[in-house]
């Protein structure tokens, strides 16, 4: 029911700084929580930030706390990660999701976007 386009990946230097927009389908946009997880081969999925429907209660992982910001516009039907100060373990391919609630573990989101690969060189 819910179909998530995402965009803004790219390469990017180490201290630099990308923004990436999740776009997503209906009129119902504020009735879900939505989520950034990130995953680098070999590795499980690891949660990166959520935010709350109404864009109120925000939530980040250790590793990005500081200097990524996760918001949305409800209005326009999108999600946005701002990441600051990129650091080269930050490389992976970025998700976006949403659910009915904010939840941490990545296995438990309903939907997916496609996924965008980040690359932070040295």
Not at 13 to 19: D, F, I, T, V, W
Not at 22 to 34: D, K, V
Not at 54 to 73: A, C, E, H, L, W
Request: net charge positive; aromatic share 12%.
């Amino acid at each position: 029911q819910v179909q998530l386009v995402e965009s803004g990946g790219g390469l990017v230097q180490a201290g630099g700084s990308l923004r990436l927009s999740c776009a997503a389908s209906g009129r119902t946009f504020s009735n879900y929580a939505m989520g950034w997880f990130r995953q680098t081969p070999g590795k499980e999925r690891e949660f990166v930030a959520a935010i709350s429907g109404g864009g109120g209660s925000t939530y980040y992982g250790d590793s990005v706390k500081g200097r990524f910001t996760i918001s949305r516009d409800n209005a326009k039907n999108t999600v946005y990660l701002q990441m600051n100060s990129l650091k080269p373990e930050d490389t992976a391919v970025y998700y976006c999701a949403a659910n009915g609630v904010v939840v941490f573990p990545s296995h438990a989101w309903r939907y997916w976007g496609q996924g965008t690969q980040v690359t932070v060189s040295s």
